[in-house]
């Protein structure tokens, strides 16, 4: 069975500054690895999603994600906060034949002026 | 295109009661799943399908019952609803397609407190 540990319930940085959000996952298959984004009272946007050979993937809103095999990790960058990227960010796994997503527990990142 | 379309968005219902949330796609796509939202806890897998006719249970099944008789339509029924059972549902779908291609769809959301 996969699973998914977002490191840091909470993470705080100030604007301009980098954000790094941490997400390591089990699969003993070749995974499929999402973020999500969830602003307040919104449903989920589709940040990035790693399916490839391609382990950096760019997605919207200038994040990436590098995709570690050797360290099962597959955490979110930007180089640059914006007031606007406040918001919950999840980090889910899905492997070939299961169609459903298992989802970390959501990281809450806040941007100080 | 209206993608995944999830009724009602907010519901309040006594304990006891028991309701049905909608969850329709128009993308012709194969699986379908529930999810609950739960402050600190992510979202968790309630039920998924992979396919007309065919159902099977996820990480927190109890209390919810699902069937799938169109590829189009997912229902989510509480029978005899709980104050646990208070959350936010997402409905999602997906396709087999290439990896390249793949991913998920999701609802807009259903919020239900029950009382």
């Known amino acids: 069975a996969q699973s998914v540990t977002q490191l840091g319930s909470h993470v705080s940085v100030s604007e301009g500054a980098l954000v790094l959000l941490r997400c390591n996952y089990s699969s003993s298959v070749p995974p499929y690895l999402f973020w999500y984004v969830q602003y307040p009272n919104q449903g989920l946007q589709l940040l990035l999603k790693?399916?490839?050979?391609?382990?950096l993937v760019k997605g919207i809103n200038g994040f990436e994600a590098e995709f570690k095999k050797s360290e099962t990790s597959f955490h979110l960058t930007k180089p640059s906060a914006h007031m606007s990227d406040a918001a919950e960010y999840f980090c889910a796994v899905s492997v070939q034949g299961r169609r459903a997503l298992t989802f970390g527990s959501g990281t809450r990142l806040q941007v100080q002026p | 295109n209206a993608g995944v379309t999830q009724t009602p968005k907010f519901q309040v219902l006594k304990t006891g009661q028991s309701m049905t949330l909608q969850c329709a796609q128009d993308m012709n796509h194969e699986y379908m799943s529930w999810y609950r939202q739960d402050p600190g806890m992510g979202l968790r897998l309630i039920h998924y399908?992979?396919?007309?006719?065919?159902?099977d249970q996820g990480e927190v099944p109890n209390g919810y019952n699902v069937s799938r008789s169109t590829t189009e339509d997912f229902p989510l029924r509480l029978l005899s609803a709980a104050p646990s059972q208070t959350s936010v549902y997402f409905c999602?779908?997906?396709?087999?397609?290439?990896?390249?291609?793949?991913?998920?769809?999701f609802g807009s959301g259903t919020r239900l407190t029950v009382v």
């Open positions: 790693y399916t490839s050979a391609a382990t």
């Open positions: 999602a779908s997906s396709y087999e397609g290439s990896r390249a291609n793949y991913g998920y769809t």
């Open positions: 399908s992979v396919g007309a006719g065919i159902t």
